[in-house]
């Protein structure tokens, strides 16, 4: 799988292939030296969730069975908890030594080029070194071949050697095809201490009956999202100066029907 990128009309191609970079920047976008790409330090940091939140252990228990999965995808609508599960995942798994980088999806960054620069810096934060060569390639020519940025991404990541989990919050703002292309290589190259997780609006068009054959896909849908009798009770505690009675519990439920978000 090859993507081609699809350049500005301003972009020079190399190869037959580009990736595309910033366009220059703007009054809130300071300038910055070589191709012009200023990171915002925000979206390479995990996002921010409620501090007083249910905890989704029944869910968190679950997701210890993904180990062997390249990737998981936890989809479901807005206001499911799909962000405050994986930010309390990705905690469990960083006090047990594991590796996690973070990728906080926008539509601005749907271009492939600015994307994969964000993929590198989060990797290159969680381990020095796994995003650094993609970086220098970035850093040597603003429109590189994308199969050398791809490249240098999984080649680092097999020198590494760690477990490494890099996570994309709200991947249905940025599934373009070039994208969708860049993750689908990633995850047939890629070594397999190195997994994708997801949370997406939307069922990605990405090779996932083949990864499901093969037992490297985990999923967490809408279903498992909502909230159980008990959560719901939990939840409703949390909100409340006494404990809530069985009724109101139930009839909160029937609702809600387990939305957290209602």
């Not at 590796?99 to 960054?109: D, L």
């Not at 680092?156 to 689908?184: K, M, N, Q, S, W």
């Amino acid at each position: 799988l090859m993507a081609t990128f699809r350049p500005l009309p301003a972009a020079r191609m190399v190869d037959g292939l580009s990736l595309i970079i910033p366009k220059p920047a703007t009054r809130q976008e300071p300038a910055a030296a070589g191709n012009g790409f200023v990171p915002l330090l925000t979206t390479t940091q995990c996002p921010p969730v409620a501090r007083r939140r249910i905890r989704r252990q029944r869910l968190l228990l679950r997701l210890q069975g993904a180990a062997e999965a390249r990737l998981i995808l936890i989809t479901a609508p807005g206001g499911y908890g799909k962000t405050t599960l994986a930010v309390d995942w990705s905690a469990e798994l960083d006090a047990v030594g594991q590796r996690v980088a973070w990728v906080r999806a926008e539509r601005e960054n749907s271009e492939p080029g600015v994307f994969l620069q964000y993929v590198a810096s989060a990797l290159e934060q969680a381990f020095s070194g796994a995003g650094r060569p993609a970086l220098d390639i970035f850093e040597a020519n603003s429109i590189p071949p994308s199969h050398a940025v791809l490249a240098a991404l999984v080649n680092a990541l097999a020198e590494t050697g760690e477990e490494i989990c890099l996570f994309v919050d709200d991947y249905h703002l940025v599934d373009t095809p070039e994208i969708r292309e860049a993750i689908a290589f990633l995850l047939q190259h890629a070594p397999r201490h190195f997994r994708i997780v997801l949370t997406t609006r939307e069922m990605p068009a990405l090779p996932l009956g083949t990864l499901r054959a093969r037992g490297e896909l985990f999923e967490v849908d809408a279903g498992e999202l909502r909230f159980s009798l008990e959560e719901t009770g939990r939840l409703l505690q949390s909100e409340c100066s006494t404990a809530p009675d069985e009724t109101t519990v139930n009839a909160l439920q029937r609702e809600t029907g387990g939305w957290a978000a209602a």
